[in-house]
């Protein structure tokens, strides 16, 4: 490849010492215009970068506070209460937070109680009575977190969930404990008594230790050992035969003073009737001999007057009546006892 080169010829040059300074300071003239001209660019690029920065640092702190104010909005349901905590500045706040919406200061987030009654199913349990046996308890009961002292059991307990297997615990470990104060037997005949007992127990406790308020209580099953299960309904039933025989001993009695208080009622019915038979015929006697007196009288007084009145002798009085008694009429048997004769006729 061929290239072609032009050759330009140069007149030589002279400058005069004015003419160079003259040119030194347009030079320097123009290097500080220049210069200048690219600081200004500098700065105008500088101020136009902290401008975008500006913006953008603006842009994002104004993201940031709308992330912020939309992620610090939490609820708190009706049937619950809340505190709230910050973990960066580890800050928890003490007023409780109730139903509704609340706005939480960044990083910070809700602990929550509930405010309803929290179900407890105690898992079946093994106990000692007080006479050495081996009781097996079923129970649940129902509980509330006294929300006037949520700070308290956060700071304590940390959340809910801690809580409520403390509260377990607590309740399982005060039924054993109250299983000692009743004997097997008890357990069978004061079984209201025991649930009552355990049930005062594990409300104290909750109420002073757990900050929580006992709702109520169920004693579902309680089971003893099957020899002594044995053992009590062989005991029972011969309690009931026993009860049984002093019933019927009791019947049986009260059978044979039935019939004795019968028998002495028919005996003074008839005692009376027999009384009252007596009487009448005591009353009818006396009235017979009463008649047969005032016959007699009235008969003697009547021969004593004829007696007196004719001069008869007794002798002659019988005659007479001898005569009165076959002669009256017709006779046809006479019965007389000594001294009564038949014949008077030498005496009158």
């Given amino acids: 490849?061929?290239?072609?080169?032009?050759?330009t010829a140069v007149a030589p040059a002279y400058v005069t010492a004015e003419e160079e300074q003259q040119g030194e300071t347009e030079g320097i003239a123009h290097r500080?215009?220049?210069?200048?001209?690219?600081?200004?660019?500098?700065?105008?690029?500088?101020?136009?970068?902290v401008i975008q920065v500006c913006a953008w640092l603006t842009a994002a702190l104004v993201i940031t506070l709308i992330v912020g104010i939309i992620i610090g909005i939490n609820k708190v349901q009706p049937n619950e209460v809340a505190?709230?905590?910050?973990?960066?500045?580890?800050?928890?706040?003490?007023?409780p937070l109730t139903e509704g919406l609340h706005w939480l200061f960044p990083f910070s987030y809700l602990i929550r109680w509930p405010t309803r009654q929290v179900p407890v199913d105690a898992p079946t349990m093994a106990?000692?009575?007080k006479d050495g046996l081996k009781i097996l308890l079923d129970f649940s009961f129902q509980y509330l977190p006294d929300v006037a002292k949520v700070y308290n059991l956060t700071m304590e307990y940390k959340d809910f969930d801690n809580h409520y297997w403390a509260v377990v615990s607590e309740g399982t470990s005060t039924a054993k404990h109250t299983c000692g104060n009743f004997s097997a037997e008890e357990f069978q005949t004061k079984r209201s008594e025991v649930s009552t007992a355990i049930m005062d127990e594990?409300?104290?406790?909750?109420?002073?230790?757990y900050h929580a308020i006992l709702q109520a209580f169920q004693l579902r099953d309680l089971q003893r050992p099957d020899l002594y299960e044995t053992?009590?309904?062989?005991?029972?039933?011969?309690?009931?035969?026993?009860?049984l025989a002093q019933n019927e001993r009791v019947q049986k009695l009260t059978q044979a003073e039935t019939t004795l208080s019968v028998a002495k009622q028919e005996m003074a019915k008839k005692l009376y009737e027999a009384n009252i038979d007596a009487d009448v015929t005591e009353l009818e006697a006396l009235n017979l001999a009463e008649s047969v007196r005032l016959f007699y009288d009235t008969t003697k007084q009547v021969y004593k007057s004829l007696k007196d009145a004719k001069n008869l002798t007794e002798n002659?009085?019988?005659?007479?009546?001898?005569?009165?008694?076959t002669l009256g009429g017709d006779v046809k048997a006479i019965a007389l006892s000594q001294p009564f004769s038949l014949d008077y006729s030498e005496d009158i």
């Fill in 1 to 7: 490849m061929t290239t072609n080169v032009k050759m």
């Fill in 316 to 325: 002659a009085v019988l005659a007479l009546l001898t005569n009165a008694v």
């Fill in 127 to 129: 106990c000692n009575s």
């Fill in 202 to 209: 594990i409300a104290y406790h909750l109420r002073e230790d």
């Fill in 83 to 95: 505190v709230s905590y910050n973990p960066v500045l580890a800050v928890l706040h003490e007023t």
């Fill in 231 to 243: 053992a009590v309904r062989n005991k029972e039933d011969a309690r009931s035969e026993i009860t």
């Fill in 32 to 49: 500080r215009q220049s210069f200048r001209q690219k600081v200004d660019q500098t700065m105008y690029e500088n101020h136009k970068q």
